[in-house]
C-alpha cells in the first residue's frame, strides 16, 4: 500500500476513528544539542506548552532517573 492510499484512508476515518496523539509535557535535552542555546530556544518557540529541560552532562537516564527518585 502506497502512502498516497494510507493518507486517504486516514482522511476519510470520521474523528471518533481517528487514532489520538498524546504529546509528551516535559522533554529532556542531552549531549551536544544542550551547547547550542539558538537551538534549544527555537525547539522552545516550536513547542509552546512543552517544558524542555536540558543537562549539561551525557548521563541522560541518570537524571531522568534522579528526577523520578526525589
Do not use: C, W
Amino acid at each position: 500500500m502506497d502512502q498516497k492510499t494510507k493518507l486517504r484512508r486516514y482522511f476519510s476515518l470520521p474523528p471518533s476513528l481517528k487514532p489520538k496523539f498524546h504529546y509528551p509535557k516535559e522533554n529532556y535535552i542531552y549531549g551536544g544539542f544542550t551547547a547550542n542555546p539558538i537551538f534549544v530556544e527555537i525547539l522552545k518557540d516550536k513547542l509552546p506548552g512543552i517544558s524542555i529541560e536540558t543537562t549539561d552532562f551525557a548521563l541522560g537516564t541518570a537524571l531522568g532517573a534522579g528526577m523520578l527518585v526525589s
